[in-house]
């Protein structure tokens, strides 16, 4: 008998809680155990030894996940690299099937219960690693990003502290500094995005 094999897990900083589900040829669901690993590679080798020892018939094993923030990114290269199937979902696709799902409350053990069930039903594209040149690309954009929105605020900030009645002389000095500082941050992070498209 074929069975699909789909493993949910909701991520956070420091953990991630995992459901494992099984459906047979005749759509018969079957949890067969649910878990709490710390998010480290120990956490992760952790995972690794309770799902396989679940999966008897060593079939393959969907694993599927949800994009938070960079908190993700240990568990699926990791997984990845121990030749698991992995799918990392943005948080609207997630989102619109819990609400098909019902799932009003949400809880680490729902979502885990909910991201498995998805693994189960629906046609997921498979996530792969980006190259090393573009993942320090994406990092790199994201904070000059950052960085332009921080300068964003100063300026208001100084925008502000001159338009005031009695603008502080120490104050203004203080935030023209930092946005001194965060151009020449600004220019650091593009010089070396530029270093990294030449590679």
Not at 37 to 54: A, L, M, P, Q, Y
Not at 73 to 91: K, Q, T
Not at 100 to 110: G, P, Q, V
Request: one cysteine or more; a positive charge; aromatic letters at 8%.
């Amino acid at each position: 008998m074929h069975f699909i094999h789909s493993i949910g897990i909701d991520i956070a900083a420091k953990s991630f809680r995992c459901c494992y589900k099984v459906k047979d040829e005749h759509n018969k669901v079957k949890i067969k155990g649910t878990r709490k690993f710390s998010n480290t590679k120990e956490g992760i080798d952790k995972f690794i030894v309770w799902s396989r020892s679940k999966n008897k018939t060593s079939e393959t094993v969907r694993v599927v996940m949800e994009a938070t923030g960079v908190y993700y990114e240990r568990v699926a290269y990791g997984l990845h690299a121990a030749d698991f199937e992995v799918y990392v979902l943005l948080p609207n696709r997630t989102k619109a099937y819990f609400k098909f799902l019902n799932l009003k409350s949400k809880t680490d053990e729902l979502e885990a219960d909910g991201l498995s069930q998805l693994g189960l039903d629906a046609c997921l594209e498979q996530w792969h690693p980006s190259s090393s040149q573009m993942y320090s690309l994406k990092r790199l954009c994201r904070e000059r990003t950052h960085i332009m929105e921080q300068k964003g605020v100063f300026k208001n900030r100084l925008h502000a502290e001159r338009s005031c009645q009695r603008p502080q002389s120490q104050t203004l000095e203080r935030l023209e500094q930092m946005i001194a500082l965060l151009e020449q941050q600004l220019k650091a992070v593009e010089k070396q995005i530029e270093q990294q498209v030449k590679l």
